[in-house]
């Protein structure tokens, strides 16, 4: 564990250095959307991971949250009303998605999300009058949060950086917390869970809430980022991405889902600049890592490493 | 024996439930009174984990009613049964597998304790449930292997581990389904003083396939055959009577 909090300084150093040493632009803005996107990966993977309720809509909350605040910034509320106003009108719409959602488990729910993510994009796509369709909005300008400007690369990725500390330090605490717990026990014995006086349905919901709370919280800052929202950016591809990027990573692993968003970003953002078929290769990947890796690169590392120090040890103990 | 008056600590009155034509539990009443140690026995296929299921609610009956302490449950969801007082064990173990006996009691101890809703602290800086945990761990006779995780335990020690978690609740009325069941004689034997030292203001009520395992256990036994009650009454009387040897133990 020590050990481990070494690591996490060295790393939460490297980051906070990263500006200093990436001076090309176009690459820090890139570390920047990996922020945004693992953030989205983590908050969709307190669903998928730990509650073991696949959604294929969690994009959906990015995208009413980037749209909610652009219009209520365009009407007049200011940057911070309409950040507040976006994310409180995410997250209900959250709950509601989870009332529904959570008719079903299992496959049944993973086709309901999915079919309310495609309404939500339906009507970014269609309701032209507020959201102008596919030409999408333009978000005014970058907000100057406690009088700070962030309208420069490193300046930008030092805010998003610090959002995302603070959100994955926040959902970690969860995932170890008695409702982390209770969530776990309710996706491995839901029935038993009922039976020990643990209200399942309400832990899930609640989860569900929690998940699109902290996907709000992306979306703001994808706006904040991009200055744009269009109906693209809550497509069902994306929404599969950030699943994809939580099952490549290892959605049973608090750390699989960054791992799995920096990958998918990379590959998606450096690599389509040289290779026309980068979805292909994003393919290949995929399928290579779950033959080697079932359960995903995190836990799929952490086995090796598990495995070349056993047979180190083994002498020992005969000596 | 005398039987104490009052508000029974669990009644069934006219409890039904058919699996499509299949009647499972016709017309089941039974009332066990605060205190009591209550055998229902019958062969394979008699309803007995049927009742049990509708007295927890994992199954809606489709008619009659179940009381705990007076209270009607059949509007009440599981969860909130568990909360009036309610546990069980299962005959077909349901735990999780990949954590520790420890942490399995300590979801059974959450189960009751509003911090199960706490999204901030760290669960394992709870000194106070684990140590509640091991408590009943050690009661059952797990305390040394409490770290182990339930992967790593035999059958007879998952079966103890039920047991903890049931017991861990505290509850007023315990339901124990098929607890001796694939024990061996000492473990059976572990179990049954277990069960004795269970304190009278926990009534419980046990279902056993094997009659002859749990009968020194049973004050009154209620036989089940084909969803039905054929007899009961005190142990003796249900030993004596000719439709038990005739439905149970003749053939």
Redesign the interface.
């Known amino acids: 564990m020590r050990r481990g909090a070494v690591a996490l300084l060295v790393l939460a150093a490297a980051l906070i250095a990263l500006p200093f040493v990436v001076t090309n632009e176009f690459y820090l803005n890139l570390a920047s959307q990996i922020l945004i996107y693992a953030l989205l990966a983590v908050s969709l993977n307190l669903l998928v991971g730990y509650g073991g309720l696949v959604s294929l809509g969690h994009a959906s909350f990015l995208g009413l949250t980037a749209y909610a605040a652009t219009l209520f910034v365009g009407w007049g509320t200011g940057q911070l009303g309409a950040a507040l106003i976006a994310v409180v009108f995410s997250t209900l719409c959250g709950a509601l998605f989870g009332v529904l959602a959570l008719r079903a488990t299992g496959i049944g729910f993973l086709m309901i999300t999915l079919a309310l993510g495609q309404i939500v994009w339906g009507i970014a796509y269609r309701a032209n009058t507020l959201t102008d369709g596919d030409n999408g909005l333009r978000y005014p300008a970058r907000p100057r949060p406690f009088g700070l400007d962030i309208s420069s690369a490193p300046t930008f990725y030092w805010f998003t950086l610090a959002v995302f500390a603070i959100a994955v330090f926040?959902i970690w605490?969860?995932t170890?917390?008695?409702?982390?717990?209770?969530l776990q026990?309710a996706r491995?014995?839901p029935?038993?869970?009922?039976?020990?006086?643990?209200?399942?349905w309400l832990i899930q919901w609640?989860a569900f809430v929690?998940a699109a709370f902290w996907g709000s919280i992306a979306g703001l800052l994808y706006v904040y980022y991009n200055l744009f929202i269009s109906p693209h950016a809550i497509s069902l591809q994306q929404s599969a991405e950030v699943l994809l990027m939580a099952i490549l990573g290892g959605a049973s692993s608090f750390a699989g889902p960054i791992v799995g968003a920096v990958i998918i970003t990379l590959v998606k953002n450096v690599v389509s600049s040289y290779v026309d078929r980068w979805n292909s290769l994003l393919g290949a990947i995929f399928v290579v890592v779950i033959l080697f890796m079932p359960f995903g690169i995190v836990p799929g590392v952490r086995q090796l490493l598990a495995r070349w120090r056993k047979p180190a040890k083994i002498p020992e103990r005969a000596a | 024996m005398s039987i104490a008056t009052g508000t029974p600590a669990l009644e069934v009155l006219g409890l039904q439930k058919r699996f499509g034509g299949l009647p499972a539990t016709r017309d089941v009443s039974l009332t066990v009174m605060p205190g009591e140690r209550r055998l229902i026995i019958g062969p394979n296929g008699a309803g007995k984990t049927t009742l049990f299921n509708l007295i927890t609610g994992d199954l809606t009956p489709d008619a009659g009613s179940v009381k705990l302490f007076g209270q009607e449950l059949l509007r009440i969801p599981t969860q909130q049964r568990v909360h009036l007082g309610l546990a069980r064990t299962y005959q077909i173990l349901t735990l999780f597998p990949k954590e520790t006996l420890c942490h399995n009691v300590v979801l059974a101890l959450l189960g009751l304790d509003r911090m199960r809703w706490n999204i901030w602290t760290v669960l394992s800086g709870q000194n106070h449930l684990y140590d509640a945990a091991r408590e009943a761990l050690a009661l059952v006779g797990l305390g040394a292997i409490a770290d182990r995780t339930v992967a790593e335990t035999s059958y007879g020690e998952r079966r103890r581990l039920e047991m903890a978690m049931a017991l861990a609740q505290r509850p007023k009325v315990l339901l124990l389904d098929e607890p001796l069941a694939g024990l061996s004689q000492e473990e059976r034997q572990q179990v049954r003083d277990l069960l004795g030292k269970v304190p009278r203001d926990v009534t419980i009520v046990m279902i056993e396939h094997d009659m002859d395992s749990a009968l020194a256990f049973a004050e009154r036994i209620t036989l089940l055959h084909y969803g039905e009650v054929i007899v009961e009454g005190t142990r003796a009387e249900v030993v004596a009577d000719p439709r038990t040897k005739e439905v149970y133990l003749g053939e």
């Open positions: 926040v605490r969860l170890r917390s008695p409702f982390g717990a209770a026990g491995d014995q029935r038993r869970m009922r039976m020990l006086g643990h209200n399942v609640l929690l």
